[in-house]
């Protein structure tokens, strides 16, 4: 692993479920795939692993994931919760403050299910949740952001594979890397906190509904060996995407979800 530098302002994060301890690294292959390595070396929840640029960013469905200099990048363990495995909820819950951190700073966000972070149909930030398994049992879930933060569309290395756009694209200014982590982490800090009063996800769950693109849009869903069109109606308590089938309601757990415009 390479050198590692320090936050300039690492008093910024007021969590209390977890307290963060951010590995910063200048260029890395892949944060998550840091992450993952940490979590099995015995790395606990709040571990980030930060890095300026990656040269093998992963997105979901092993995807490249561009990630030039300006570009928020990094992961972060978290711990399974309520005796369940939990990754698409916690995907769903990472979504949500993402969000609200972008939001925050005047982007107007959407999300569209699973986690992607949407300003009408561009993308803004995408969310890969992993479970890291050991002896058959989930010993955390590493959660990976990537925020096109600093790095202008028209500049961005050729072969971005969706519609994007960037925070600098739609506020007009440079913003830090830095504050921007730390709002997202203590979000997410602050969502944990009602999952764990209420033992349970259904305001996450509910959040999400109230912000999202994808309910109540015509859809064509993706999953590796099965195309499902129809309309997304809601969200199950699970995180999956319960979709109006001309066969009856149909859950999706997993996919990648097309909005298809009227006339497509
Ligand atoms: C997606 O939308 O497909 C998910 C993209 C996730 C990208 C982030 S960037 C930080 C972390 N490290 C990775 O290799 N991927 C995630």
Sequence with gaps: MCVCFKLTNDDCFTTDIFKPRVLLLENVGSTSTEAKTLLTQGETEGTIVLARTQTAGRGRKGRPWLSPVGGLYFSIILKPRLGNENTPLLGLLCACAVRRALHALDVNVQVKWPNDILVDDR???????????????????????????????????????????????????????ESLLCDIVNEIDSLLKVVEINSSFSAVVEEWRKTSSTLGKTVRIHEDDRITDGVARDIGEDGSLLVETEDGLVSVLLGDVHHVRSGE
């Design 123 to 177: 993308k803004i930030a995408g969310i890969l949740s992993e479970a890291v398994t050991i002896d058959n049992e989930t010993t955390g879930i590493v959660i990976g952001i990537g925020v096109n933060q600093n790095c202008p569309i028209s500049e961005m290395p050729v072969g971005l594979q969706w519609p994007a756009t960037s925070v600098i694209d739609e506020i007009g200014k440079e913003t830090s890397n």
